[in-house]
C-alpha cells in the first residue's frame, strides 16, 4: 500500500483505497487516506523544515532543484510506468511531455530564481529596493490529467523560493508523487521540505484549512477552486488557481486548411481531451465550413480512442454526449463507447466526437465538458467570431488559424483569454504568464509569475545623505 512522505519518511497511516487502471478497470495499487492526524502531521514537519530552507541562499536551493531534475532522470522509467498505469495516458505522451516536463520545471526555475534581478529605484534623495520573503507553508492541490507535470510545475517555483510544500495528488493518481517521494529521499532533500499526503477531496479540504498553510496553489476543476476558495477565505491565505476552460478554435477561410484540421485534431483529442487548454467549441467561417467539417470528422474517426480517468468521468461525458442529442444536435462522427473485444472493454473508453447544430446557448457549449468532443459552427466575420469565442463564461485558450498577419494579430489580442495560440496549440515556454482569465482562474503562473506568487516582497527605503557639493 503506498504511504504518505512526511518529515522525509514514509507514513503508513488512515484507511486504504484503491485505484483502478482506467484501461482496464482494475486496481493497480491500494494507497492511504490521510485522515485529519496525517495532515496536521505533514503540515507541522513543513513548518519545522520552514526555517532552515528559507534561509538557504537561493542558488543552494536552485542546486536542489538540479538534483532533483536528476533524480528524475534516473527514475525516468519508473515514473512512466506509473504514471501511465494511473491515468491510461498515452505511453508516448508519457515519454515525450509528462516526465520530461517535470526535468525541465526543475531545471527552468532552478536557473530563472538565481538570475533574478530585485527591483531598486533612486527618487530625490532616497533608494528603495526590494527584497522577496518565501510565504512559508505551500499547500498545493494536484488534479489527475497531467499529474507529475503539474505537480512539479507548482513544486519547482515555490521550492526555489524557499516555501516548504505539503502536497495532495488526486485521489486518481498517486503513484507518479509516490516515486517523487522516493526521489527525495535518495537525494537526501532536507526531511519536511517535500511532504506528500495522499487522499480524496476532503483530505485536500483539511490541508487548505489547516491554520499552519500559508497559500494555496490549485489546477483542476472551477467548482473544486470555488470550495477551496471558500476554505482559504476565512483565513485570507494567498491563492493561485488554474480551472476550467470551454476553449474556442477559430478558423479563417485564409487558413492554410491542412494546418488547420491537423491542428484541430490535436487540440480536441490530444489526452482524450483531458487538458484544460483542449478546444471544445470550434468556430469556422462558412465558406469553408462544409470541408473542414468533413475532413475534422474523417480524422476523428482515426484517433485512438483514449480511456476517461474513471468510471465516473466516462459516465459525466458520455452523459454530454447523450445531452447533445437531447438538445438536437448532429452527430458527424463518434457519441459513442468503442468495443475493442479485448481487455480494454472493462476499461473507461469513449469515442472521439464530432457535434455540430447546436445554439450556442445549450449546455453542452456552455460547460467544460473534458473529453475528447467538440462542437463546430459556422461564422460569417471576422467580429462575430470573436464574439462568439468570447461568449464564455471560461477564458483559458484559444487558437486562431489564418494565414492573415493582421488578422492574426487583431483577433488574438481581442480575445478574453489567457492564453491564445496562432497557427499552432499547446506549445508553451515556462517564463510566460500561464494561467486563465473569468472562470477560469486566479493569477498566473510560470516564469516571474511563479516566483511572484510564491513570495511576499518588502520594500526598503534608506534616505541617502546629500553628496557634498
Ligand atoms: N485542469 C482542469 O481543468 C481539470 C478539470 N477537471 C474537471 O473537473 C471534473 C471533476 O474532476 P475531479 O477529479 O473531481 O476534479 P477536482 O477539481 O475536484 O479535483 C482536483 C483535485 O482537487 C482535490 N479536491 C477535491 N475537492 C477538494 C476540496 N474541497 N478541497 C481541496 N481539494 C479538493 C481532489 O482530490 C484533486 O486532488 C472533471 O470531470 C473535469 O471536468 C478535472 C481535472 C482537471
Ligand atoms: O503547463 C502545461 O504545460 C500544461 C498545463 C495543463 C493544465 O494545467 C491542465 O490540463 O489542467
Not at 205 to 217: F, G, I, W, Y
Not at 378 to 393: G, K, R, V
Amino acid at each position: 500500500m503506498l504511504t504518505h512522505f512526511i518529515g522525509g519518511g514514509p507514513v503508513a497511516a488512515g484507511l486504504g483505497f484503491p485505484v483502478h487502471d482506467p484501461v482496464t478497470g482494475t486496481v493497480v495499487r491500494h494507497v492511504h487516506e490521510a485522515d485529519p492526524e496525517v495532515v496536521d502531521r505533514a503540515v507541522r514537519a513543513a513548518r519545522e523544515a520552514s526555517r532552515d530552507w528559507a534561509a538557504m541562499p537561493v542558488g543552494e536551493r536552485a542546486g536542489w532543484m538540479r538534483r532533483l531534475a536528476e533524480g528524475i532522470e534516473e527514475r525516468f522509467d519508473d515514473l512512466v510506468a506509473a504514471e501511465v498505469a494511473d491515468t491510461g495516458n498515452p505511453l508516448d505522451q508519457t515519454r515525450t511531455l509528462d516526465v520530461p516536463r517535470g526535468i525541465a520545471n526543475f531545471r527552468a526555475f532552478a536557473e530563472m530564481a538565481a538570475q533574478r534581478p530585485e527591483d531598486a529605484f533612486h527618487l530625490s534623495g532616497t533608494f528603495s529596493y526590494t527584497v522577496r520573503r518565501p510565504l512559508g507553508v505551500v499547500a498545493a492541490i494536484i488534479p489527475w490529467n497531467l499529474p507529475f507535470l503539474l505537480m512539479t510545475w507548482k513544486l519547482a517555483p515555490a521550492l526555489v523560493s524557499g516555501n516548504t510544500v505539503v502536497v495532495k495528488p488526486s485521489e486518481h493518481t498517486p503513484g507518479s508523487a509516490a516515486i517523487f517521494a522516493e526521489i527525495c529521499a535518495a537525494a537526501g532533500l532536507p526531511p519536511g521540505v517535500v511532504n506528500i499526503i495522499f487522499g480524496h477531496g476532503p483530505a485536500g479540504q483539511l490541508l487548505v484549512e489547516h491554520p499552519d498553510v500559508n497559500a494555496v496553489t490549485f489546477t483542476g476543476s472551477t467548482r473544486t477552486g470555488s470550495a477551496i476558495m471558500r476554505t482559504a477565505a476565512q483565513r485570507v491565505k494567498p491563492i493561485s488557481f488554474e480551472l476550467g476552460g470551454k476553449n474556442a478554435g477559430l478558423v479563417f477561410e485564409d487558413c492554410d486548411l491542412d494546418r488547420a484540421v491537423e491542428g484541430t485534431v490535436r487540440s480536441v483529442f490530444t489526452n482524450g481531451g483531458q487538458v484544460c487548454l483542449c478546444t471544445e467549441r470550434v468556430y469556422v467561417q462558412r465558406s469553408i465550413f462544409e470541408e473542414f467539417c468533413a475532413r475534422l470528422a474523417a480524422r476523428a474517426q482515426e484517433v485512438e480512442p483514449q480511456p476517461m480517468i474513471s468510471a465516473a468521468h466516462r459516465d459525466k461525458v458520455l452523459s454530454y454526449y447523450a445531452l447533445a442529442r437531447s438538445e438536437g444536435a448532429k452527430v458527424l462522427t463518434g457519441g459513442g463507447v468503442p468495443v475493442f473485444g479485448d481487455h480494454r472493454d472493462g476499461g473507461y473508453f469513449v469515442e472521439p466526437t464530432v457535434v455540430a447544430g447546436l445554439s450556442e446557448w445549450s449546455r453542452f457549449n456552455r460547460e467544460e465538458i473534458f473529453g475528447p468532443v467538440c462542437h463546430v459552427a459556422p461564422f460569417d466575420s471576422e467580429a462575430e467570431a470573436i464574439d462568439l469565442a468570447n461568449s464564455s463564461e471560461y477564458g483559458l485558450a484559444a487558437t486562431v488559424w489564418t494565414d492573415g498577419l493582421d488578422r492574426a494579430h487583431r483577433v488574438a489580442q481581442r480575445l478574453e483569454a489567457g492564453l491564445v495560440w496562432i497557427n499552432t496549440w499547446y506549445v508553451r515556454d515556462l517564463r510566460t504568464p500561464f494561467g486563465g482569465a473569468k472562470l477560469s482562474g486566479i493569477g498566473r503562473e510560470g516564469g516571474t509569475r511563479s516566483l511572484d506568487f510564491y513570495s511576499e516582497p518588502t520594500t526598503i527605503t534608506i534616505k541617502l545623505e546629500q553628496p557634498d557639493a
